[in-house]
């Protein structure tokens, strides 16, 4: 299936495909993201109002919360210049890049840096904890727009991060 072609909707079926294995938090990330890889869709996901973003932080849309509680899908856009606090997260997560660039620095446990990526458009990546500790952001030119997979009900429990870090 083409980028063009995914639909929320398909999205939304492929998650819950990928959940109902029932496995753990690292394996389910792993599967989420191959569904993620499979069904991608492009930066029009978001409104042409949500793709400018907000002038003083990352802005985030909710695309759809499961009703059980089990995930969560975000829209992110990133302004030029725009980062995350060094943050890990309360559950597994699945990042997908639809457009720009979105520079990530991931951190062990004494937050000593253990390496960095750009994750272009097409790029989709996974992760749960322990080990998830990271901050991105955004170093290009032009606004980056991903969509976040949570597992979790975000409109419940308010964010994802579960520790901030200095």
Known sequence: MTRSLTTLTDLV?????????????TDTAE???????AHLPGPEILTPEQRLGQPD??????LHAEPDGTFSILGLVWRP???????????????GVLSGIEHEELFDEALNPTGTRDNPPGEVS?????????????????????????????TRVGSSARRFYN
């Open 13 to 25: 079926a492929a998650v819950r495909q990928a959940i109902d294995v029932r496995t753990g938090w």
């Open 31 to 37: 599967l989420v993201a191959d569904q993620l890889r």
């Open 57 to 62: 932080r990352v802005a985030g849309h909710l």
């Open 81 to 95: 210049g725009q980062t995350t606090r060094i943050h890990d997260h309360i559950t597994w997560c699945v990042v």
């Open 126 to 154: 996974g992760f749960a904890p322990p080990g998830d500790i990271h901050r991105i952001r955004n170093v290009g030119d032009e606004i980056a727009i991903s969509v976040h997979i949570y597992g979790t009900d975000i």
